[in-house]
Structures are given as C-alpha cells and as structure tokens.
C-alpha cells in the first residue's frame, strides 16, 4: 500500500525549533516530488513547497521561502520540514502529500501548535 | 503568480441535486496541471480530479472536472450525503483555490 506516515502533534513555544517528518512507503520515494501543505484553523490549504527526495531539488512558495526549510533523507524514504524559531502564527496542521498526478497521495497531517 | 478564484463560496443544496463548483485562474492554466480536492472535516485532503477532467483512482463517476485556460467546472452530478464537504482547485506545483463548501440545505 502506497501511504505517507507524518509524525506526531506537536506543542511548542514561540521561538523554539521544530522539524516534522513525512515517510513514505509502498512506492519509490526517490522518484516522486513530496510537497508541504499548511492548513491555519478553519482556514484553506496554502502550498508551501516541493522537494524531490532523488537529488533534493527544492522549490518554495514566495510566501514560505526563508521561514521553513523541506529537506529529505532518500536512505530512510523521509521528507521533513523545518522551523529554526517558531511564531505562534505558525499554529497550523500541516500535511505533506506525493505529487504524481497532483498531490495523489497525502499524509494523515501533523498540528503544530504554537503557544507561551 | 497566479491566483486562483473559486465560486461560490458556500453551495447549499439536497442530496440528489446537481452541484456546479467553479474555479477560475487570474492567468491562463494548462488543463494539463489542474485539480480538484475533497475535504472532509477532520480529515486530509483527497484528490478526485487531475489533468482538469480525468477522474483520480476509486472517484464515482458522479464526479467530473471540465474547463480549459481560465475558467474550469467541477461538477457532482447526484449528491450523495457524503459528498457535503468542502472543495479546492489546485494549479499543480503551486496555489490552491480559497475552496467551496458545499452543504445541506
């Protein structure tokens, strides 16, 4: 079964780091684009950016570049994103998702909450 | 950039209705790279339409996406109950439309 596998909710406080994980399973993940979804609370989904996990080719939004970082560790089938100091606007779930056909396969999410 | 629209905001209809989603784009889109989402609450999105018009795997053919350059149509052609949901467009590798949702009347 092909499947992405994201970690777990988070709670932090402004101004710590962060890094989430995406795994992927059932397919070649080198060969697919993963993509990062940011969905605030009650809000829609904002495209975030892409990465391919076969020679780590990245590609952000304008409104995300230098706030995260998407990297990915082939050896392990795993795509992350990254926060260096977190704002309690980032409280958001956010799910990665394979892009083949679109974005055809998601990630169940993870909510980061942001929060002194 | 180009930024999607979608319309209208809030669909209120019965089950058994036919439902009409538009989505148009601020700037020409290849047909090519246009989809269509579901989203249920509390859960992740899910694709049901790529390519504008080609039904994603396990979709109900109740579902069809139509359109070209920069207007496209999603259309639920019965509603069954668990269609009530909320619905985004996507030109692909970039922005998602503000969504549509689509509720019981």
């Known amino acids: 079964e092909v499947q992405l596998v994201q970690s777990g909710a988070e709670v932090k406080k402004p101004g710590e780091s962060l890094k989430i994980s995406c795994k992927g399973s059932g397919y070649s993940f080198t060969s697919y684009w993963i993509g990062w979804v940011r969905q605030m609370p009650g809000k829609g989904l904002e495209w975030m950016g892409i990465i391919y996990p076969g020679d780590s080719d990245t590609r952000y939004s304008p409104s995300f570049q230098g706030q995260v970082t998407i990297s990915a560790d082939k050896s392990i089938s795993t795509a992350y994103l990254q926060w260096s100091s977190l704002k309690a606007s980032d409280t958001a779930m956010y799910y990665c998702?394979?892009?083949?056909?679109?974005?055809?396969?998601w990630g169940q999410g993870t909510m980061v909450t942001v929060s002194s | 950039e180009i930024v999607l629209t979608q319309s209208p905001g809030t669909l209120s209809l019965s089950p058994g209705e036919r439902a009409t989603l538009s989505c148009r784009a601020s700037?020409?889109?290849?047909?090519?790279?246009l989809a269509w989402y579901q989203q249920k609450p509390g859960q992740a999105p899910r694709l049901l339409i790529y390519g504008a018009s080609s039904r994603a795997t396990g979709i109900p053919d109740r579902f069809s996406g139509s359109g070209s350059g920069t207007d496209f149509t999603l259309t639920i052609s019965r509603l069954e109950p668990e269609d009530f949901a909320v619905y985004y467009c996507q030109q692909y590798g970039s922005t998602f439309g503000p969504g549509t949702k689509v509720d019981i009347k």
């Open positions: 998702a394979r892009n083949h056909d679109a974005f055809d396969i």
């Open positions: 700037q020409s889109v290849s047909s090519s790279y």
